[in-house]
C-alpha cells in the first residue's frame, strides 16, 4: 500500500475544518482535509445546518488570509447593537432592555452573521481554487498512529496518510481526540436548542437580541433581507422537553408560541425554515494538543450558543495554529510548535467555557427571586460604563 505524503491532514470538514483547510491552504501548505458527511450547501437539502453564526469582527483577518471573506462578505448582516431583555416577572413582557453599542468600542460593528449552510457553500468553492488543498468528503479518518516524526493515518477509502501535522476538527465526539487518549470534562444542562429562520415586519436595524425568561435565551440575530422581508436567525434554547413538545407543534402554534416568547418586539414572526434541533453542553480537553496532533474547534471545546462565541473560539485557535506554522514552517507538528498553541490557547477556552457556563445558568433560572436577582445584576453590570466596555470587549476576544 502506497502513503501519501502531506503536511497537514484536517480530520473534520464542518465550518471549522474547512475554514482551517482555506487558511493553511492559502498560506501555501499541502493540505488533506476528510470528512465522511458530504456538506450541505442549500438552505432547503435535507440536512442543511439551519444555523448560523457570527463572525465577531476579531475573526475577520483570518478569514480574509484565508481568502474567504471577500466571498462571505456579500451574504453577511453587520450586528451594530446586542440587545439583552430580561423577561422574567410574572408576565412575559420586557420589563429591562439594555443595549450594548459597539460604536462604544470603535467605528466597526460586532460582527457579521450568515448562515452556516452558506458558509459551507462558500468555503467547498475556495478549496476548490486552491491545488495544494485536496477536499475528500464521504471519507472518514478510520485510524491514527503517531511518533515523533510524523503521524500515520488510515482513511474509510483505504487511503494511507503521511503527515507533519494532524488538525482534530472532528467535532464533540473527535475521534482524534479520542485516538490520542485526550479525557474531557463534560457539563450538561438538559437544555436543547432550536434553530430556524423568521420573517417579520419590523426591520431589525442590524440588532441582535437575547431575550431572557427562563429556561435558556431566545435570541434573534439579523439575516439579510428576503424578497424585501427583513429576516432573523433564531436560537431558543430550553429544557430537553419543552423543545419535544414545541417541536411536535403544527405551525400555527409553534408560531402563536413563538411570538409569545419573543414578545412580539419584531412584530409578528412568520416561520421561514424547518425547524432543527441541537443539545446543548459545555465540554473541554484537557489538552489542546498530542503527538503531531492539534485539536481545534469542537474537538477541544463547547459551549452553549450564548454570545456567539463557539466558532469564534475556534477561529482564535485557528489564527494561533497558524501564527506558529507560518513563523517556522519547517517545524510544523513538532512537539514545541504543540506545546506553545496548547499554551497560547488552554488558559482563555477555560476562562471562557467557564463565564458561558455562567451566563447560561443565570439564563436558565426558573425562581422568581432569581429572576429578580439576574435582572438586578443586568442592570448594575450595565450601568458602569466602564464595565460596560470591559464586558463588551471581553465578549469580543479583545483585551
Ligand atoms: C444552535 C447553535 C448556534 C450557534 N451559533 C453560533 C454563533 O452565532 N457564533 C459562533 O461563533 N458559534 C456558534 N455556534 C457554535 C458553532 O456552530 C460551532 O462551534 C461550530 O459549528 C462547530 O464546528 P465544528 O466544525 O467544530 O464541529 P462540527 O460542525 O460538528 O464538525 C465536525 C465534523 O467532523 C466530521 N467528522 C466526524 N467524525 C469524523 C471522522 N472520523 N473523520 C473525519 N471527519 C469526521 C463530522 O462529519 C463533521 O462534519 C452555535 C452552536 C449551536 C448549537
Known amino acids: 500500500m502506497t502513503r501519501t505524503s ?3 491532514l484536517i480530520s473534520g470538514g464542518g465550518v471549522a475544518g474547512l475554514s482551517a483547510a482555506a487558511a493553511f491552504g492559502t498560506a501555501g501548505f499541502n493540505v488533506i482535509c476528510v470528512d465522511p458527511s458530504p ?9 442543511a445546518d439551519l444555523r448560523s453564526t457570527a463572525f465577531l469582527h476579531p475573526s475577520i483577518p483570518v478569514l480574509q488570509d484565508a481568502g474567504l471573506w471577500a466571498r462571505l462578505e456579500p451574504h453577511a448582516a453587520a450586528l451594530q447593537v446586542m440587545r439583552i431583555i430580561d423577561a422574567g416577572g410574572a408576565v412575559a413582557e420586557p420589563r429591562l432592555t439594555r443595549d450594548f453599542n459597539a460604536a462604544e468600542l470603535s467605528d466597526l460593528p460586532f460582527g457579521w452573521n450568515l448562515p452556516n449552510w452558506l458558509l459551507r457553500r462558500e468555503m467547498v468553492a475556495r478549496l476548490a481554487e486552491l491545488p495544494n488543498v485536496d477536499f475528500r468528503p464521504g471519507v472518514a479518518t478510520s485510524r491514527l498512529m503517531t511518533r515523533e516524526s510524523e503521524a500515520l493515518v488510515a482513511l474509510s477509502d483505504g487511503a494511507q496518510i503521511r503527515a507533519r501535522m494532524v488538525i482534530g476538527a472532528d467535532g464533540r465526539d473527535s475521534p482524534v481526540r479520542q485516538a ?3 479525557p474531557v470534562r463534560t457539563l450538561r444542562y438538559g437544555q436543547k436548542a432550536l434553530a430556524f429562520a423568521v420573517s417579520h415586519p419590523v426591520p431589525h436595524d442590524n440588532v441582535s437580541t437575547e431575550i431572557h425568561r427562563s429556561g435558556g435565551p431566545f435570541t434573534l440575530v439579523p439575516l439579510p433581507d428576503r424578497e424585501s422581508k427583513p429576516r432573523s436567525a433564531v436560537v431558543w434554547m430550553d429544557t430537553g422537553p419543552a423543545v419535544a413538545r414545541l417541536q411536535a407543534l403544527a405551525v400555527a402554534d409553534f408560531e402563536a408560541e ?5 414578545c412580539h418586539i419584531l412584530g409578528p414572526l412568520t416561520l421561514d425554515s424547518r425547524l432543527t ?3 446543548i453542553i459545555a465540554q473541554i480537553a484537557s489538552r489542546m494538543a498530542g503527538e503531531r496532533c492539534a485539536l481545534m474547534a469542537e474537538a477541544a471545546h463547547v459551549v452553549p450558543p450564548i454570545g456567539a462565541q463557539g466558532l469564534n473560539m475556534s ?3 485557528l489564527t494561533v495554529l497558524l501564527d506558529l506554522a507560518r513563523a517556522a514552517p519547517d517545524d510544523i507538528g513538532s512537539a514545541r510548535m504543540l506545546d506553545a498553541y496548547h499554551r497560547k490557547r488552554h488558559w482563555e477556552v477555560q476562562a471562557r467555557v467557564s463565564g458561558i457556563d455562567a451566563l447560561n445558568r443565570a439564563s436558565m433560572m426558573g425562581a422568581q427571586p432569581l429572576r429578580d436577582l439576574r435582572a438586578t445584576a443586568l442592570n448594575a453590570l450595565y450601568s458602569a460604563a466602564p464595565v460596560r466596555r470591559v464586558l463588551m470587549k471581553a465578549g469580543l476576544g479583545l483585551r
Open 6 to 8: 502531506t503536511d497537514i
Open 39 to 47: 456538506p450541505v450547501t442549500s438552505d432547503t437539502a435535507e440536512g
Open 180 to 182: 490520542l487518549g485526550i
Open 258 to 262: 413563538m411570538n409569545a416568547r419573543s
Open 277 to 279: 434541533v441541537w443539545p
Open 315 to 317: 477561529l482564535a485557535d
